[in-house]
């Protein structure tokens, strides 16, 4: 609500000319606009300057290059004006910002535009910025995610009952104590036959799509200032193997505090902390001795809330880059919009330039529908032109 959380506003990127726009990506990608890195040899000097070009020539290699080479947004086409207009608005959303409203607000030529630009500004964030161990006191929280089937709720009341469900109850009245926990166990069984995921403890079985967002946090050193850096994952459950994998990629164990709920999942990894502080969620939600995990069940606040709120039943493939969104603007909530565009624009300058996205910017569809299928294309009559593209099935670079 202060005056220095607005620091920008979409009609100045409006009015910016293209080389105030290179001076301000360039000065957030190598911190200079003048000694510049070169995307080739990676020499940092004071390159060749070419206005007509709007790029470098460099002075080790002598090879050209702009301030968008060798990123995710190498290639682009919409003018950066607007690229850096859509970042700022993606800033703005405090939960999310949906690519079909950025695609209205800025005139973008189509839905698939703005999908892609936001799309790789996740990809620089996981890339970027979930990345690095932490360390001190770690919360660290489970919440289920995605496979919600929340289209099929959309416009229906909370207590919408279909009329397959209320015959179903009626048809379960009938039935005898024992009739009701037979009926019970060939549920289940038929659910784990289809794909269906077991939860470790609780014994329930949710739909194969059903995925859970695990948060690690670092918990502030000041008392009352929350965290200070977020961590996530994606696992398809809450077992002790999936909680250990993640401390072991995330966490500097030996030297950490670990503090979760009462979860079976944590019990074994706990040991290998220093200490391991646990709190009862069904008594209280901060234990007698300050034990508690509420910096982690923020993160999971802010996650459903994207997820139910603006994103709608986010698919499992994409549930982990969305997390990463989330924890970051987590970490960077009391950030204005625009220093928090700057630095996630920062992660993904830095993070290097995508096979993926270098294959539908430079239009060589076929070539990655080759990659990953592994079907031989026709033959061209004549010589071969370029090099050969491999036609065995691998897995995708990203």
Known sequence: MSSKAVDRSVEEFSRWSDLRCIRHLAQVRWGSY???VCGHCNTCADHYWSAKEMRWKCKA???????????VFANRRIPLQKLLAALHLWACGAAGQPALELRRMLKLGGYNTAFTLVSKLREGLVRGFNTGLISGIVEMDGAHASGRRASEKRGKPLNHRSAEAIAEDEELALLTSAAKTKKRKQDKAEALAAGGNLHPEHGNVFPPTRRVVVTLRKRHTSAGSGSSITRVGVGIAETPEVMEALAKRYVAVPESVLSTDTGTAFNKLGKKFQLHLQVNHS??????DGEH????????????????????????KYLHDYAVETA????????????????ALHHA???????FWRGFTHGHHRKYEIL???????????????PRVPTRPRQMPW
């Open 349 to 355: 300058l830095n993070v290097g330039e995508s096979h």
């Open 283 to 288: 008594e209280t939600l901060v234990g007698p």
């Open 34 to 36: 003048v000694d510049v």
């Open 293 to 316: 995990s509420n910096n982690a069940e923020s993160f999971s606040a802010r996650q459903d809330r994207s997820e139910k709120g603006v994103y709608m039943n986010i698919e499992p």
């Open 61 to 71: 290699c002598g090879k050209r290059f702009s301030v968008t080479s060798q990123t």
């Open 372 to 386: 990953a299928t592994g079907n031989k294309p026709a033959r061209a009559s004549g010589p071969a032109k370029g």
């Open 328 to 343: 970051f603007r987590e970490d960077y909530r009391r950030f204005a919009p625009g220093k928090a565009a700057d630095l």
